[in-house]
């Protein structure tokens, strides 16, 4: 059956089914994984931690794999590779042998755990060449522990050091792959003084993550190349996650990597919201093509100030779980040794033991085909890597706004990295969202143009399209000729006083503003050129105190504050202002209210699952192994945008409507959560039913013949 972009459709997610890749027995062991585990040894673990209760407690949750620690900083086991350091209370004893052994005669497949990024003082002296230096040539001291230094990754310690330890690892012990903690660097890209960093491209330039991305590419296919010397179906994978912020090519490395490790493992700082789990799954959804992702969800206490040892809030570490399965990652739990190589602060076993335990339960409704939605929004890697936004303001806040409006407006969307715009990767979508997408090549924008030309509908804000993929400046956007818009000066900012915008005429996007003339602008704009009766026009910002000045100082212009037009079958709006970041900034209900109404009016109308009821929700629904699943989290809580979640608040009837595709019939619907099943019916070609209540996850298992 032949089904067009506007009906339902599902893509390869995150673990699927064996039939997308033959036989089920050709699939690799990691892409059928469900649970994960990993104690972070310490250096006392070999005289405190008893082997057999840890291989126990792993193997009790059900695991499919637990990761064990080599490293390259302190070695576990009896080493004969120079400058990697015996760990102080390892005597004689092969540890992690001891641990592997022990894994193994449980049924524990086991991963070989290293890092590459430090090493001590002695090493450094005898190779100063594999350290990172500053600019006066002096190698970088470990931010926390100065004993420690930062080692180059552009070094012949990543091809000598860690090779050396690799190979000794396939000599001696039966592990299944291989894992590199810290590397490559997450969230930043490396300044290294260093005699090989000095014949590169400057730091932090594109053409430096040219150089950054080919010697990841390089050393990544060599460590694999090193895990498959001990069994052709043995791997290696490395550190990822930093979502959308990642310095790594994701594209490239989605074609490489056979296991998407995102290293995220709570929330962190003051200003990481409750759905930055959900959001890192929707990142591996649009880079990995059915390959094993997972997030390392810490059940330590991370944040600031950060205690490693002592649990965390165990319904913040339950909501990371149910986003890690919502989005189509496999749970992954971790913990710090300690007593017993279990930690001094035990609360954090029992929690993940009951959670492992209930969705082996069910991994017939966690193991994915597709994931199923009708909008996109558009990664724009390089843009978060390179473009300088306006002055006092961050990048993430303009993903942050767009997707707190998407949740808020109870959309169904997916990520879409922007070098995936070709036709195949776009065809399910009715709508693409660009939240200030700057940096677009003239190849995307062909591509966009395409888009449209076939039907498909855009949103974008603020400098969208208005550099290349060089960071180069445009004098107009890419994008210019399918938005119908002409740059018509530089930014405006307002010194915190945003401009307003105008009601020029009713359109379907100004739905609820009714009494009326004026609704909040944006905090910082591109003038653009009078367009033909424009829905929106700009009020430029005034003072707000004195209030006696609090006016407009000059007449009504005639710039356009939305550009709003229809091309054929395709619904286009440009927004001129960084609307969903200073929505995110202010909270204006407004604003949240002007991007819903605009994303439902691009997407069009019966999208393929509507949610109705009280609460704030993040939702996926997933063609699964057993029929459908769809995924609710309630996110109603206090503490959704910062700290940690306290306690629950659970929501009412949430009213469930979802379009099936032809031929699928569902035999029952199942709450894997409250554990019963409930009524529904089906019409019209789409099943209905209700889900009584959510407390934090709730997920519907939709059985289909």
């Known amino acids: 059956m032949e089904i067009n972009r506007r009906e339902f459709v599902v893509v390869p997610g995150v673990a699927l089914a064996g039939s997308l890749f033959g036989a089920a027995s050709d699939v690799p062991w990691q892409r059928k994984a469900r649970r994960l585990g990993q104690t972070n040894m310490t250096e006392h673990d070999p005289v405190t931690l008893n082997v057999e209760e ?5 193997a009790s949750l059900k695991l499919d794999a637990v990761l064990v620690s080599v490293t390259g900083i302190l070695a576990f086991y009896q080493t004969k590779v120079p400058f990697h350091r015996k760990g102080k209370y390892l ?45 006066e040539g002096r190698p970088l001291h470990h931010t926390e522990d100065p004993r420690l230094f930062r080692t180059c990754m552009f070094s012949t310690y990543m091809t000598d050091y860690m090779t050396a330890i690799m190979r000794e690892i396939n000599a001696n012990y039966d592990v299944d792959g291989m894992f590199t903690n810290a590397w490559p660097p997450l969230g930043r890209l490396p300044v290294c003084h260093c005699g090989q960093c000095r014949r590169l491209p400057a730091a932090g330039t594109i053409e430096y993550w040219e150089k950054f991305n080919e010697r990841t590419m390089y050393l990544w296919k060599l460590y694999d190349s090193i895990a498959k010397e001990k069994r052709p179906g043995n791997f290696y994978f490395a550190n990822l996650g930093g979502g959308i912020h990642s310095t790594a090519n994701l594209v490239q490395l989605g074609e490489v990597c056979e296991w998407f490790q995102c290293d995220n493992q709570g929330r962190g700082g003051d200003d990481t919201p409750i759905w930055g789990c959900a959001s890192q799954g929707r990142v591996c959804n649009a880079v990995q093509k059915g390959k094993m992702a997972t997030n390392v969800t810490a059940a330590w206490s991370t944040g600031v100030p950060r205690w490693r040892n002592v649990y965390k809030s165990e319904q913040e570490e339950r909501m990371w779980f149910n986003e890690t399965l919502a989005s189509g990652m496999v749970p992954y739990h971790h913990i710090i040794g300690g007593e017993k190589g279990m930690g001094e602060d035990r609360r954090w076993l029992e929690p993940a ?39 006092g303001t961050l990048m993430s806040q303009y993903m942050d706004g767009i997707y707190y409006a998407l949740l808020e407006g109870r959309f169904l969307f997916d990520f879409v990295h922007e070098e995936k715009l070709a036709p195949e990767d776009l065809r399910k979508y009715t709508a693409l969202i660009l939240p200030n997408t700057a940096l677009l090549s003239d190849q995307q924008c062909r591509q966009l143009r395409a888009y449209v030309d076939a039907g498909g509908s855009l949103l974008a804000t603020f400098e969208t399209s208005l550099y290349s993929e060089r960071n180069q ?35 379907e996007i100004l739905n609820g503003f009714a009494g009326t003339n004026w609704i909040p602008g944006a905090e910082n704009r591109v003038p653009v050129a009078p367009v033909e009766n424009p829905v929106l026009t700009v009020v430029p910002g005034f003072v707000a105190y ?20 229809t091309k054929g079958k395709s619904r286009l709006v440009y927004f001129p202002g960084d609307v969903e970041r200073t929505m995110w900034k202010s909270g204006h209900t407004d604003l949240a209210r002007l991007l819903q109404n605009s994303i439902r009016w691009v997407a069009g109308g019966d999208p393929p699952l509507t949610i109705e009821g009280d609460g704030v929700i993040e939702t996926f629904a997933w063609e699964t ?18 700290g940690w979640l306290r ?28 554990g019963n099943d409930v009524p529904f019916r089906v019409t019209g070609g789409a099943i209905e039913f209700s889900i009584p209540k959510v407390v934090d996850y709730e997920v519907a298992a939709l059985h289909s013949a």
């Open 353 to 391: 033991h009951k959670y492992f335990l209930w969705t082996a339960k069910h991994d017939r409704h966690f193991t994915n085909k597709g994931a199923i939605a009708n909008i996109g929004v558009v990664m724009g890697q390089r843009t978060h890597l390179f473009y300088t936004p306006p002055r």
């Open 54 to 58: 840890w291989a126990d407690y792993w």
């Open 91 to 135: 005597g004689d004893r092969d540890f992690f042998g001891d641990c592997c052994a022990a894994a193994k005669k449980r049924g524990l497949r086991v991963i070989a755990r290293m890092s590459p990024d430090l090493n001590w003082e002695d090493a450094v002296k005898a190779h100063p060449e594999w350290f990172q230096q500053d600019s």
């Open 473 to 507: 400046r445009r004098e107009d956007f890419g994008l210019a000729d399918v938005f119908g818009i002409h740059k018509a000066g530089n930014i405006q900012g307002t010194n915190g006083n945003g401009y307003l915008a105008r009601i020029a005429r009713q359109h």
């Open 647 to 674: 306690t629950f608040y659970p929501i009412g009837a949430q009213k469930v409507r979802m379009k099936l595709p032809a031929g699928r019939r569902v035999t029952r619907v199942e709450l894997l959560s409250a």
């Open 625 to 642: 192994e057993a029929g459908f699943a769809v995924h609710v989290l309630n996110y109603t809580n206090p503490a959704m945008h910062r």
């Open 546 to 565: 004195p209030p006696e000045l609090s006016y407009p100082p000059q007449p009504p212009a005639d710039e356009p504050a939305a550009v709003v037009r």
